[in-house]
């Protein structure tokens, strides 16, 4: 048997997701929750994902970043980019993908507020 098992009902459209946008639906769908939670308080805001973080060559610390947060101000938003392929990296499976990156988004969005990470989301465990 050759060709597609599924034929998509429009052929610019692939039937299966990718990795990326398997992440990116993830992401969506918590950012989605924490913008519903708190968007009085975050203002602006603007939300990335990245595969990779771009280190410098003096970075020194043995870690790799999994998020950068970079605080708007005059008119610009805030700015929280994920890194998707460091995260993925650390996790085994979806549950633990959604686990890991709801932990980074409350983690950041925590920082930007300036209050602990476990008012941000009841779901946060920081184990």
Do not use: K
Not at 66 to 81: K, T
């Amino acid at each position: 048997m050759r060709g597609p098992g599924v034929v998509p009902s429009d052929p610019r459209t692939p039937v299966l997701r990718g990795r990326r946008e398997r992440f990116d639906d993830v992401v969506v769908d918590l950012v989605g929750d924490l913008e519903r939670r708190w968007s009085d308080r975050l203002g602006l805001m603007e939300y990335a994902v990245e595969d990779t973080p771009q280190i410098p060559d003096d970075w020194d610390d043995d870690t790799v970043p999994l998020a950068s947060l970079v605080r708007g101000g005059g008119g610009h938003p805030n700015r929280l980019v994920l890194f998707r392929r460091p995260i993925e990296h650390r996790a085994e499976g979806r549950d633990e993908l959604e686990a890991l990156v709801l932990t980074v988004l409350v983690e950041q969005v925590a920082e930007l507020l300036g209050i602990d990470a476990s008012e941000v989301d009841p779901r946060y465990r920081p184990d």
